[in-house]
């Protein structure tokens, strides 16, 4: 079975640049979850959707992302305009729903803003 | 708000030898454990869970991990260290209230000593 499928894998771009990472979930899951990853601050979560509906984005850092799911079958993180301090590795993960199930990670997007 | 502690950031042992990573939680509730695996340039994968019953939960890879109450503790254990063990190791512990969101902790990395 597929699982979660984060693009692109790699993105390198100037500062100032928007930006927009695409994640599809395992099919049937109905919750999906978008962390950023560095080596300061570990792993955060910065919004999470159930049911394409977000639940929470209190992690979300400021104004600049936004996230969406326009479906159960799609998202996007979105950083506009980027800055050099966004440069991390970002994962979606998604689940079947309730507290007692694993999530599942994509392979992330490693963003690195010149 | 919950809180997992990861003792050490850093462990190293032999091939062959015990593997004991540490992982303490605060909470007055026992919420859902989680050990997740994080090998170079790819996403967390789910190790093994615990969630209720049984308090030592046998995982992937030959891990296992025991819930103890009383010490708020959730050990990662494997008898016999492999050289592909080396990795970076998160454990995770559910939001109270059984919604979806986890809070993880800073990771500890395994390294593997010929």
């Known amino acids: 079975d597929a699982g979660v499928i984060q693009s692109p894998r790699h993105e390198v771009t100037e500062m100032g640049q928007e930006v927009t990472l695409r994640c599809k979930p395992i099919?049937?899951?109905?919750?999906l979850f978008w962390y950023r990853q560095t080596m300061m601050r570990g792993l955060e979560l910065l919004i999470y959707?159930?049911?394409?509906?977000?639940?929470?984005d209190s992690g979300m850092p400021e104004d600049r992302f936004s996230a969406k799911m326009p479906n159960a079958s799609f998202s996007t993180l979105k950083i506009q305009p980027s800055e050099p301090r966004d440069s991390a590795v970002y994962f979606c993960?998604?689940?079947?729903?309730?507290?007692?199930?694993?999530?599942?990670f994509g392979d992330g997007t490693r963003l690195s803003i010149l | 708000a919950q809180s997992v502690t990861q003792l050490g950031s850093h462990v190293s042992v032999s091939e062959g030898a015990l593997v004991l990573l540490r992982c303490n939680y605060s909470?007055?509730?026992?919420?859902?454990l989680f050990w997740y695996v994080q090998y170079p340039n790819q996403g967390l994968q789910l190790l093994l869970k615990?969630?209720?019953?049984?308090?030592l939960v046998k995982g992937i890879n030959g891990f296992e991990a025991e819930f103890k109450k009383s010490e708020t503790s959730f050990h990662l254990t494997k008898p016999s260290a492999h050289m592909s063990d080396a990795a970076e190791y998160f454990c995770?512990?559910?939001?109270?209230?059984?919604?979806?969101?986890?809070?993880f902790g800073t990771g500890t990395r395994l390294t593997i000593i010929p």
């Open positions: 993960a998604s689940g079947p729903g309730g507290g007692n199930q694993p999530q599942h």
């Open positions: 099919s049937g899951h109905n919750s």
């Open positions: 959707f159930n049911n394409n509906v977000p639940i929470d």
């Open positions: 909470s007055s509730v026992p919420p859902y």
């Open positions: 615990y969630t209720t019953g049984a308090t």
């Open positions: 995770a512990v559910s939001d109270l209230g059984g919604n979806e969101k986890l809070t």
